[in-house]
């Protein structure tokens, strides 16, 4: 799993670390940076929290990915600088657990305001509808990437000719990124053909790598979820199958 973490040196700087495809890099970056970079946490030392300027920037990546106050004694600079690959993996691992159920809850607690909003997107903008949904996917499975595909009808230009069906797939890892994207869409129905018979069931999850695959219907039009999480736990699937079971039935 190929994974992004930053640590707040002081109010202006991060250090910021990749670990992607067997290799790692470490970078010094402005804060405001952290913006334009993918992102699964970021670790505030607990001193720096009570600086205004840090506070600010930290609560907005928070939509994002997990932050985290460390105390010195747990997780400094140093020892940050030094993790590998495996280390990272199980600090992230405890800080979306945590992070998970906090969205977890807060989505019990606002289904069906949820709903509503959803609702209320469903007729007049598709491609916000499925935008607002991956976005709720990530932050209540816990994603470190994600790729959503589904059916869009594009609506005719002209008289005589007839709408046609596309298939939109949205991919990223700190935010949507929809696109038209032909080949993949295809294939990724093709081989799925005939399995979309719940509102959202989880088809296959292999623990060890983490690899999530989901499927699902809203008004009888399917939708593809593959995702990179770190757990999936029956609260997580049992709230998301509520989610999309309030989301049948959606005028057109």
């Known amino acids: 799993m190929n994974l992004s973490v930053a640590f707040v040196k002081n109010e202006n700087q991060v250090l910021y670390r990749q670990f992607i495809e067997g290799t790692e890099s470490s970078q010094i970056f402005d804060m405001d940076e952290l913006k334009q970079k993918p992102l699964h946490g970021l670790f505030v030392p607990s001193d720096l929290m009570d600086a205004a300027s840090v506070i600010e920037r930290v609560e907005s990546e928070a939509p994002y990915s997990p932050v985290r106050p460390v105390q010195e004694d747990f997780l400094n600079e140093q020892a940050f600088e030094k993790l590998n690959h495996a ?16 969205n977890n809850l807060h989505l019990l607690e606002n289904l069906f305001e949820t709903l ?26 816990g994603t ?21 069906l596309i298939r939109v797939v949205i991919e990223g890892e700190r935010s949507p990124n929809p696109t038209e994207n ?22 296959s999850y292999d623990a060890t790598k983490g690899e999530l695959v989901a499927l699902g219907s809203i008004n009888t039009s399917p939708f593809i979820i593959m995702a990179k999480v770190f757990t999936l736990t029956t609260l997580q699937k049992a709230l998301l199958k509520s989610l999309f079971d309030g989301l049948q039935d959606l005028k057109k």
């Open 87 to 102: 280390q990272t993996h199980g600090l992230l691992e405890k800080t979306f657990s945590t992070w998970t159920l906090q």
């Open 116 to 141: 509503d909003h959803l609702k209320a997107l469903w007729p007049n903008d598709r491609t916000a509808f499925f935008e607002e949904v991956w976005n709720l996917l990530k932050v209540n499975l």
């Open 144 to 164: 470190t990437s994600m790729t959503l595909a589904y059916n869009h009808m594009r609506k005719a230009k002209k008289e005589h000719e007839k709408n046609q």
């Open 182 to 203: 032909k080949e993949l869409g295809l294939a990724l129905f093709k081989n799925y053909e005939g399995q979309f018979t719940e509102s959202f069931e989880v088809k």
